[in-house]
Nanobody, 126 residues
Framework: QVQLVESGGGLVPAGGSLRLSCTTSGRTNSNYVMGWFRQAPGKEREFVAANNLSGTRTYYVDSVKGRFTISVDNAENTVYLAMNSLRPEDTALYYC???????????????????WGQGTQVTVSS
């Protein structure tokens, strides 16, 4: 059984940085797709970024491109989402999720992800 454990959220001022971690356990494959989502209070969950577990593919939505960076540490079974130049509008509960079928073309669709982390809160003060 695959499990995802997230950490790294917190409270930072605008312009600050955080690094989220998503550690996987169980049997995984380098082609699996990891999606990053966030949900702000009163808003729908939105797709933020994605990567495959080999780290050879990454994708970012325009609102975070150039500010967020994904990196993969296969030795630690951990994927990192480094977030820089944070803005108040980045405030949300952030989730990592895993698609075990490697459906990269459908990475935007939350329904393809079988496994989800517990979420970690990111709060950016103005």
């Amino acid at each position: 059984q695959v499990q995802l454990v997230e950490s790294g959220g917190g409270l930072v001022p605008a312009g600050g940085s955080l690094r989220l971690s998503c550690t996987t356990s169980g049997r995984t494959n380098s082609n699996y797709v990891m999606g990053w989502f966030r949900q702000a209070p009163g808003k729908e969950r939105e797709f933020v970024a994605a990567n495959n577990l080999s780290g050879t593919r990454t994708y970012y939505v325009d609102s975070v491109k150039g500010r967020f960076t994904i990196s993969v540490d296969n030795a630690e079974n951990t994927v990192y989402l480094a977030m820089n130049s944070l803005r108040p509008e980045d405030t949300a509960l952030y989730y990592c999720a895993l698609d075990a079928r490697g459906r990269w073309s459908q990475r935007f669709d939350s329904s393809i992800y079988w496994y989800w982390g517990q979420g970690t809160q990111v709060t950016v003060s103005s």
